[in-house]
């Protein structure tokens, strides 16, 4: 399948199934170094962003990306909510008039959802954030465009070092959000950001098989 709407759509439907999926998982990594939240805000929010999907079939990638943006905005709460919402607003705002995402433009979209939380939140990578995630992502993607590779392919590097950026929050030290709080209490945990964020990503790469 190319990068085009029904992809997009897909995405979301994909996203709001894994995010229910992991919803304990989130609750049990943000119980360690937050709040214990996560998990249902994301839930909450990609629910009602599925709802809203539904009610109202978006007729492109942008319009798609930017009632994402708009839910979970006003459904999400915490820091996660702007956070996201500012992602999935500037890859809207990327996606401008595209009716398909070529591997060039993938790296476009990642690098504006970069922008945007790293606007929010500013977070740099190692900080221990969903920046982490994201970060890589948007690096892999670009990387995997500048070689010529295809758009799918692009994709799946960037979840594949979505999830490793993930993983890698593991011994580092949080200074930003609530796990800053912790100190050094926060090494030894994943980021429930940053694993939210790798679980995202990856639903784009199955979202490929429709
Ligand atoms: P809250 O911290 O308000 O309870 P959530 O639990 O929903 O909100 O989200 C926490 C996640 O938000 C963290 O795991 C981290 O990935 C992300 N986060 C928090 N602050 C920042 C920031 N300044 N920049 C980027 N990501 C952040
Ligand atoms: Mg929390």
Redesign the pocket.
């Known amino acids: 399948m190319s990068l085009d709407t029904r992809w997009v759509l897909a995405w979301i439907t994909n996203s709001q199934q894994a995010i229910a999926d992991a919803r304990i998982e989130l609750i049990d990594l943000?119980r360690k170094?937050?709040?214990g939240?996560?998990g249902e805000?994301?839930d909450r929010g990609f629910t009602a962003v599925r709802k809203a999907v539904e009610k109202d079939e978006p007729a492109d990638i942008q319009t798609a990306l930017k009632l994402v943006a708009k839910t979970l905005m006003s459904t999400?709460?915490?820091?996660?909510?702007p956070?996201y919402g500012t992602a999935y607003l500037r890859a809207a705002k990327a996606a401008d008039g595209k009716a398909e995402l070529g591997a060039a433009e993938l790296a476009d979209l990642f690098e504006a959802a970069l922008g945007g939380?790293?606007a929010?939140?500013?977070?740099v990578e190692g900080?221990?954030?969903?920046?982490d995630a994201w970060a890589p992502a948007a690096k892999a993607a670009r990387e995997a465009a500048d070689r010529g590779e295809s758009a799918a392919d692009a994709l799946r590097a960037a979840a594949a070092a979505g999830r490793e950026g993930a993983n890698a929050t593991e011994p580092m030290k949080a200074t930003?959000?609530?796990?800053s709080y912790l100190g050094e209490r926060s090494i030894g945990h994943l980021?429930?950001?940053?694993v939210?964020?790798a679980i995202l990503i990856e639903q784009a790469v199955e979202a490929l098989n429709g």
């Open positions: 943000d170094i937050g709040d939240d996560h805000n994301m999400v709460g915490g820091a996660a909510g956070l939380i790293q929010r939140g500013k977070a900080e221990k954030t969903m920046v930003k959000g609530r796990a980021d429930p950001g940053a939210s964020s």
